[in-house]
């Protein structure tokens, strides 16, 4: 089986590639602008390819697709992070363009199934606990979340009138070894480990869940190689909530740290209350325990 995996060079796609090779029966190629990914997140394991690539450019990944004629495709490319998407709304809307042409490409050259990398952003500030994939509502009207909105309605369209099988993962906050440095994990372990104050904004009391890479993607494997909820949309993530401010002092405490918390005010917008999606579907993927936030945080911490 040929699969592409676009932002190859992320967190999420480099990982998911990571597992992927794991079990040596996959032919896979990833692509990256590098705008985000970085060459050091690329695996190890010598079986597959890497080609530098923006998915926003009809050109650049249409010669691609020919050549390789893939079954399954992970469009996990995008501009991420709070901070850089608020910063930078034209930029996150020339995603768009990678969604379409993936889209596209997808069904003039036989791919069996796209993956979309959406996430929980789109539900906005909750209006019920927890998120719920049918039921909650989405209404945050950010770029980055108006993108992924979009986005899912064109893996329906591209179903409802071409017949283009698709899996839509709405994504919460994840974690692990190659995310970058600019997430609230990875900066607060940072800062503890240089002895540095972990600063929060506000009053840290907003609450996030979190959820250890490999849940991640363990569960989206198991979604391709068991075609379980296709053409439907899944939560990805952890149910267990935890106050930033909490966040920080277990981190502190895993670390043997001596960092102060410090305090900001708060962003002006896009760093929502609360977060906490509903779990069902996530567990039929999963099929076994999660792992906990102690646990994948001192994986973190032994990883080089």
Request: hydrophobic share 35%.
């Amino acid at each position: 089986m040929k699969i592409l995996i676009t932002g190859g060079a992320g967190f999420i796609g480099s990982s998911l590639a990571d597992a992927l090779l794991e079990k040596n029966s996959y032919d896979i190629v990833l692509v990256d602008s590098l705008l985000t990914g970085k060459t050091k997140n690329l695996p190890l394991h010598p079986g597959y390819r890497f080609i530098k690539c923006d998915v926003n450019n009809y050109n650049d990944i249409s010669s691609i697709f020919l050549a390789f004629r893939f079954d399954c495709v992970f469009h996990y490319s995008a501009v991420v992070g709070v901070k850089r998407t608020l910063e930078n709304p034209v930029l996150v809307l020339n995603d768009l363009e990678g969604i379409r042409n993936v889209l596209d490409l997808s069904k003039n050259t036989g791919v069996k199934r796209v993956f979309f990398s959406s996430s929980s952003e789109v539900y906005g500030e909750p209006t019920q606990l927890p998120q719920h994939e049918q039921t909650t509502p989405l209404n945050s009207r950010l770029p980055y979340a108006v993108v992924k909105n979009v986005g899912e309605s064109f893996c329906r369209s591209y179903h409802q009138e071409y017949g283009l099988e698709y899996t839509i993962f709405r994504f919460f906050n994840t974690y692990g070894p190659k995310q970058s440095a600019d997430f609230v994990i990875s900066k607060f372990i940072d800062a503890a480990l240089a002895g540095k104050d972990i600063t929060l904004y506000g009053d840290g009391s907003q609450t996030r869940t979190f959820c250890y890479i490999r849940d991640n993607t363990t569960a989206c494997i198991n979604a391709m190689e068991k075609d379980l909820f296709v053409n439907d949309v899944v939560n990805i993530g952890n149910d267990e909530a935890y106050s930033i401010h909490d966040l920080a002092k277990i981190v502190i405490q895993l670390t043997g740290s001596h960092s102060k918390i410090t305090y900001l005010p708060p962003l002006p917008e896009g760093d929502m209350t609360r977060r906490q999606p509903d779990i069902l579907n996530m567990k039929k993927l999963l099929n076994r325990d999660f792992i906990s936030l102690e646990a994948g945080l001192t994986e973190m911490l032994q990883k080089p």
